[in-house]
């Protein structure tokens, strides 16, 4: 099974993408496809003598979606762009995946653009795992869809339920509407209708969860539109951040403090592990029909890792597959078109 | 000057909140008129033997709003509520603000029902300050309004940009809009829009921020639909307290790491103190012609102490006219109506 990865998007690439690549493919005994400019990426290779083992193939691509690019314009005009080109390998059945860390917004469109969508979806929706007091759990769409209907956040929902079962090892995922109040009536216009819709879709859905109750492990699956999903992830990093640097500047203030911080510094180090989003690295796309996994622009090797890891699981266990399923059990629709990539 | 206080609504009513009201009174050198059911008042007064200097008046009121009624309903059917009874002693001029721990739509519904809004305001926004790297912001809305349109946004950071001069002593604050990209092309139909309309309204607007950078202090103004800002404040509240819990958890796992965490505690309360909500304890109502703050329903008392000082202090600064001014500068709109309470 070969992944495909773009090794050209992301701030720190390709090194960082094609270091993280590698140590994931020798760890999973499987190969890479590296998708981008080919100079480049021979060179950043020559400095790894061990990438003997893992069995490496090239696409080359000229060209390149710039973060702050807007992605639809881009996607059009570059048929050459390394995450295209990282897409239509999955599409042409040469790879199970695609991973990337460049533009986010031109991973998706490359994605929905190359592998269509599943029947029944109308909406892909962008996953991600957040960490909560009793372990993991997902939290869609983070921002493929800024406006979303009451059907598309129970499709979501359906979605989602199977990257719980698959990921965070949950057989039976209870779901959560993200909203300003528990009560059925709380929230906007979108909420309390897609709470009446959630209530009649035979998901284990508990009703709103309040924001401040995502990070509590009450819910396996919390569905938000992309807005608000985007605006909430965002905030939680802001806020570790800020945290980590008041705290620090805190603990450097006196000698006492700062004795006190090294001798607790491996308790520091293990709670950033648990709070730390590189640990999972990157999110799937859920809808599509392929694999598609973006991470962080700022991705860390351990990131793309991790990232590269999760789509080659997901891969394994024929995720795109039982999301087809999950939604045709949901609409009773008819049976889901081809899967892209699951020859790969 | 006299500060209404709403001695029944919130969770540990009426002990913290008379407690909080009367450390603000002692040292600010203000009267309170607390408003609630009589006996139960007294009975916590009687405690307090040094309730002494502080001129307190009673407004007997026989019912309350409880947490999770329907605020709407309750404030139509409860006349005699005590947050209705507190609203109208600053309408007739006998107190110059109102503080309700109470259900929080309740409290606003008194203060809009009271009050009135302020000419060329269409929606109040409520206003929360939140630690940021250089200091404070303030967010707005942060659930007045669950459906806003551009427009606004647009009063909201005018109101937004009195609050932090008057509270944050910024005096040409930068306003910023919460979106899920830097360009102004990025967010939803809403943010869009606003943003085109903040870019000409006169005021310092820096664009969009992401949710990531809301603590960064880049904006003193952050402005943003109810559900938004709402789920933003949520989520962080939630955060800090798993990544306490989480923390204190790995802190207490060795002895080393639970010594060093002694050593260093008095970093961790100073920390706790930069990012504790409740050093400002209360958020103002913005756009109704009186002064009315809320605290949580779970104020301690410190809380309900910072927030009746707020509403002493903003009363005193005329802050509702200042709003008024800022509205009727922003619209060009004719001479604000009148202000209640100011006289009190």
Known sequence: MHIAIDAAGGDFAPRNIIDGALVAARHGGFGLTLVGHRPAIEAELARHGDAGPVDVRFVDAADVVGVAEPP?????????????QAAEVVARGDAAAFFSAGNTGAALLAAHAAFGLLSGVERPALATAIPTRRGSAVLLDAGANVECRPRHLVQFAAMGCVYARLSLGVSRPRVGLLSIGEEATKGNELTRDAHRR???????????????????????????????????????????????????????????????????????????????????????????????????????????????????RFANQRFVERVAGEIAALSGAARPGSVKGSSG
Chains 1, 2 share one sequence.
């Open 72 to 84: 639809a314009a881009a996607i059009r005009r570059k048929p050459q762009a390394s995450v295209r």
């Open 198 to 312: 959630l209530r009649d879709s035979g998901l284990d859905f508990i009703g709103n969860i309040e924001a401040r109750d995502i990070f509590s492990g009450q819910a396996d699956v919390i569905v938000c539109d992309g807005f608000t999903g985007n605006v909430a992830l965002k905030v939680s990093e802001g806020l570790v951040e800020m945290v980590e640097a008041l705290l620090r500047d805190e603990l450097n203030r006196t000698f006492t403090t700062r004795f006190g911080f090294l001798l607790s510094s491996r308790a520091f180090r293990r709670f950033r592990r648990r709070v730390d989003y590189s640990e999972v690295g990157g999110a799937p796309l859920l809808g599509v029909a392929g694999l598609c996994v973006v991470g962080h622009g700022c991705s860390s090797v351990k990131a793309v890792r991790n990232a590269v890891v999760l789509a080659y």
